[in-house]
T-cell receptor, first 112, second 113 residues
């Protein structure tokens, strides 16, 4: 399976600021996704990062709050904007192979 | 959209016993069902999956069964070991490929030595 890395692994941010999370894959992949995992909860899909076009957002997630870039087939960024304490979560990228989906190590965000 | 329900939310078993976790899904078009194991502070890891053209799949001590008529699938772990302790998530995919995974709520499995 692909090797997936994320930066930063964790961060503490102040309310009202933004955090950009990077996801890097060691091989070209067709599909990349961004998930949120709130403390003690399951995984919720934020959006599908499409190479060369706008991301596809799930219900309840909007581009102004979670802008996503995907400049090539090995890299994507997720920005969480205008942070509030409710944004404190783990954010994970994942990549899709033919069927399987594999996750990056996650970014733990704490908003103070 | 798809809805996946998972039971139980917590499960404790004695080492060596079997554990069963069950999930139901709502959309009959779903045709790919993976299971993930997430240890504390780590990423979810794919442990086994099943596609809709198969009723059962085994990998050593882990097996998954699928009943498409009833729209439910289950994870079976035999001869449990303390290192099996983790949160397990089921998921379902509408398209049958690695996209649009909808996750269940998770099961905290504790294997008691």
């Amino acid at each position: 399976s692909a090797v997936i890395s994320q930066k930063p692994s964790r961060d503490i941010c102040q309310r009202g600021t933004s955090l950009t999370i990077q996801c890097q894959v060691d091989s070209q992949v067709t599909m990349m996704f961004w998930y949120r995992q709130q403390p003690g909860q399951s995984l919720t899909l934020i959006a599908t990062a499409n190479q060369g076009s706008e991301a596809t957002y799930e219900s309840g997630f909007v581009i102004d709050k979670f802008p996503i870039s995907r400049p090539n087939l090995t890299f994507s960024t997720l920005t969480v904007s205008n942070l509030s304490p409710e944004d404190s979560s783990i954010y994970l990228c994942s990549v899709g192979q033919i069927y399987e989906q594999y996750f990056g190590p996650g970014t733990r965000l704490t908003v103070t | 959209g798809e809805n996946v329900e998972q039971h139980p939310s917590t499960l404790s078993v004695q080492e060596g016993d079997s554990a069963v976790i069950k999930c139901t899904y709502s959309d009959s078009a779903s045709n790919y069902f993976p299971w993930y194991k997430q240890e504390l502070g780590k990423r979810p890891q794919l442990i086994i999956d099943i596609r809709s053209n198969v009723g059962e799949k085994k990998d050593q001590r882990i097996a998954v069964t699928l009943n498409k008529t009833a729209k439910h699938f289950s994870l079976h772990i035999t001869e449990t070991q303390p290192e099996d302790s983790a949160v397990y998530f089921c998921a379902a995919s509408l398209s049958g490929s690695a996209r649009q995974l909808t996750f269940g709520s998770g099961t905290q499995l504790t294997v008691l030595p």
